[in-house]
């Protein structure tokens, strides 16, 4: 049977160069090598280096848009949803509707291109291919936190608050753990690998007069203030929560053998009591899983404690 096969695709637009140039940024195409788009050329012709696409072909036409597209481009980005939406809108693009909000991490978000075509940019293959969220929101406070003892609640505060930090990462991929989507470092792993040398460094130089783990004792901090968050990519997740729970292990395990007034000293010479590192560990780890929990619903739409 005869078929033919799409060669290139004609967009009518206003400026075909600024055009051409937002596309090519968009899904990585190129000016044919032997005939470069100029400025003031009434067609402008992008093509995929690796051949594996239509062309894109946009002419000069003195009409604006004026109704809703006939034909409209479906997007899978290499990267996660969230990340090309931002890299789009930043390229000139702007947000139509947004449908992203769906429990279970599916949905799409509508773009318009600089002169108003709209397109969908959906999840990445990446994202299709993960398990649903699985945060049911549903953790019980810890037994009698509201009514024991001094010891007994701040244990138990703490405790509470560190299972849902490994409660909240579970199911991550290393692409969604790694990805920040915010101006700063912050990642899903940077943050358990943070809070992990948080527990360590809080509880055994100051109460044990044990040396910090060997995995970060040498960081030179004037060089990287944020270096748990630089070393991340090359990592699994898996390591982290190794980390992170080994260090709430030997937390627990150095204070179970003190008393609350007990005084510590950490590498600073700082003085503190074990009340103090309580107080604190609970407010810091309380802190980073709100990040937590903000990261995961932007990059794959998981809500819940």
Request: aromatic letters at 6%; a negative charge.
């Amino acid at each position: 049977m005869n078929t033919s096969t799409i060669r290139h695709l004609t967009i009518d637009c206003r400026s075909t160069y600024s055009l051409a140039q937002f596309w090519a940024a968009t899904l990585g195409f190129v000016d044919e090598p032997d005939n470069p788009n100029e400025p003031d050329d009434p067609e402008a012709l992008i093509v995929d280096p690796n051949g594996r696409h239509p062309g894109l072909l946009f002419i000069a036409v003195p009409e604006p848009k004026s109704t809703k597209n006939r034909l409209h481009l479906d997007l899978v980005p290499d990267a996660l949803r969230e990340v090309e939406v931002d890299r789009l809108i930043a390229l000139g693009a702007t947000m139509v509707d947004d449908h992203r909000r769906k429990a279970d991490g599916s949905g799409w978000a509508v773009l318009a291109d600089p002169e108003g075509n709209e397109f969908c940019v959906e999840r990445s293959a990446v994202e299709r291919d993960e398990p649903g969220p699985i945060d049911t929101g549903t953790r019980p406070m810890p037994v009698g936190s509201h009514r024991s003892g001094e010891r007994e609640m701040l244990e138990a505060m703490l405790d509470w608050y560190r299972q849902g930090v490994v409660a909240k990462v579970a199911g991550v991929s290393h692409l969604v753990a790694t990805t920040a989507p915010l101006r700063s470092p912050t990642s899903i792993a940077g943050l358990v690998k943070h809070l992990a040398l948080v527990e360590d460094s809080w509880w055994a130089p100051a109460f044990a007069g044990l040396p910090e783990a060997d995995w970060y004792d040498s960081v030179d901090w004037d060089a990287d203030r944020d270096w748990e968050f630089h070393t991340v990519d090359d990592e699994p997740l898996a390591l982290q929560l190794e980390r992170y729970e080994a260090a709430c292990r030997r937390g627990r395990e150095i204070a179970a053998r003190r008393d609350l007034d007990e005084i510590g000293t950490d590498t600073s010479r700082r003085e503190f009591n074990l009340r103090f590192v309580y107080l604190h560990l609970i407010e810091e780890t309380a802190r980073h899983l709100g990040h937590l929990d903000v990261l995961r619903e932007l990059l794959d739409g998981t809500t819940g404690e």
